[in-house]
Nanobody
Framework: QVQLVESGGGLVQDGGSLRLSCAAS????????MAWFRQAPGKEREFVAG????????YYAEFVQGRFTIARDNAKNTLYLQMSSLKPEDTAVYYC????????????????WGQGTQVTVSS
């Protein structure tokens, strides 16, 4: 099973930017689509962005509205989420995960979750 470790979270002001990373280890020769999810306090975990193995296809949640970009570097076994124009409502723990179902936004279709990285946006 692939192990995932997220990093790059932190405290940022309203309108600021952050880049999250997700390092994969283990059987990374499997060609899995990946995605970012997030979970705010007291809320359900929700889909943020997904990417195909080749990185040629991506899809986003509506609330992203062009502010986030998902990318991956398969040579480095790393997934990224570049976030800009951050808002206080983006405050959450962000998780990366792998799936066999490109295009899914259901967390039940994803596995190998990381421990998450906290993103806090102050107003």
């Amino acid at each position: 099973q692939v192990q995932l470790v997220e990093s790059g979270g932190g405290l940022v002001q309203d309108g600021g930017s952050l880049r999250l990373s997700c390092a994969a280890s283990g059987p990374t020769d499997s060609r899995y689509p990946m995605a970012w999810f997030r979970q705010a306090p007291g809320k359900e975990r929700e889909f943020v962005a997904g990417i195909s193995w080749s990185a040629q296809a991506t899809y986003y949640a509506e609330f992203v509205q062009g502010r986030f970009t998902i990318a991956r570097d398969n040579a480095k076994n790393t997934l990224y989420l570049q976030m800009s124009s951050l808002k206080p409502e983006d405050t959450a723990v962000y998780y990366c995960a792998v799936t066999e179902k490109y295009g899914s936004i259901r967390d039940s279709d994803f596995g190998s979750w990381g421990q998450g990285t906290q993103v806090t946006v102050s107003s």
